[in-house]
C-alpha cells in the first residue's frame, strides 16, 4: 500500500537560512511525487512534482526536491528561505485517483 | 480563469443531520476528486469522480456519496453527520491525469 511520512512535524528556520523538509514514501511502482504548500485557511497549492527523468526537480517560488529511490525519499529544498515561506507543506505520493498525503511539516520563519 | 471554487466556506451542523458541499472545477478540467482534512493532519482521498460516475474511493463509509454533473461540477453529500466529520473538505479537479488544482475548502463545523 502506498503511504508517506514526514518526519517533521515543525520546523523553525531564520529568514535567509537554507530549508530542507523531509518526505519518505512507500509505493509499489515508480511513484508520481509531489509537493504542496498550503496557508492557513486555503487550499493545497502544487509546488512541484516528479513523474520521471531528471531526479532534481525545480519547482514555483525557488523550491526543489530530488528524487533519491535508494533511500524512497523526495526531500525539498530551499537555498534562502523568505517570511512569506511561512506555511505547511505537504508531501504526496500516488496517482490523481488516488493520492496520498503525508500529514504535513508547519514552517516556522524567524525574522 | 477562475480556479476551483467551493461553497459554502464554512458550515455548522448537527450531529445526525446531513450535508451537501459544492465544488465548480477549475475551467478545462473534467476530473472532480474530495478530500477530507482533520486539524493538524493531511488531507485523506474520499472519492473521484469522471464522466458522472464515481471512479475510485478511499477508505470512507456509505455515508460519504458524491454527485458529478454533466458541467463537470460536483457535491459531496455527507449523511448522519458525527463529531468526527468536522474538517477541512476539499475539492481537487484535473484533466487527463495532470496535477491536481485544489479549492479553498468547505470548514464543516458539526456539533
Known amino acids: 500500500a502506498q503511504s508517506v511520512t514526514q518526519p517533521d512535524i515543525h520546523i523553525t528556520v531564520s529568514e535567509g537560512a537554507s530549508l530542507e523538509l523531509r518526505c519518505n514514501y512507500s509505493?509499489?511502482?515508480?511513484?508520481?511525487l509531489f509537493w504542496y504548500v498550503q496557508s492557513p485557511g486555503q487550499g493545497l497549492q502544487l509546488l512541484l512534482k516528479?513523474?520521471?527523468?531528471?531526479?532534481l526537480v525545480q519547482g514555483i517560488k525557488g523550491f526543489e526536491a530530488e528524487f533519491k529511490r535508494s533511500q524512497s525519499s523526495f526531500n525539498l529544498r530551499k537555498p534562502s528561505v523568505h517570511w512569506s515561506d511561512a506555511a505547511e507543506y505537504f508531501c504526496a505520493v500516488g496517482a490523481n485517483n488516488d493520492m496520498r498525503f503525508g500529514a504535513g511539516t508547519r514552517l516556522t520563519v524567524k525574522p | 480563469d477562475a480556479g476551483v471554487t467551493q461553497s459554502p466556506t464554512h458550515l455548522i451542523k448537527t450531529r445526525g443531520q446531513q450535508v451537501t458541499l459544492r465544488c465548480s472545477p477549475k475551467s478545462g478540467h473534467d476530473t472532480v476528486s474530495w478530500y477530507q482534512q482533520a486539524l493538524g493532519q493531511g488531507p485523506q482521498f474520499i472519492f473521484q469522480?469522471?464522466?458522472?460516475?464515481?471512479?475510485q474511493r478511499g477508505n470512507f463509509p456509505d455515508r460519504f456519496s458524491g454527485h458529478q454533473f454533466p458541467n463537470y461540477s460536483s457535491e459531496l453529500n455527507v449523511n448522519a453527520l458525527l463529531l468526527g466529520d468536522s474538517a477541512l473538505y476539499l475539492c481537487?479537479?484535473?484533466?487527463?491525469?495532470?496535477?491536481?488544482?485544489f479549492g479553498n475548502g468547505t470548514r464543516l463545523t458539526v456539533t
Open positions: 516528479y513523474f520521471s527523468g531528471d531526479t
Open positions: 481537487a479537479s484535473s484533466f487527463n491525469n495532470s496535477p491536481l488544482h
Open positions: 469522480y469522471y464522466e458522472e460516475e464515481e471512479r
Open positions: 509505493y509499489g511502482a515508480t511513484p508520481y
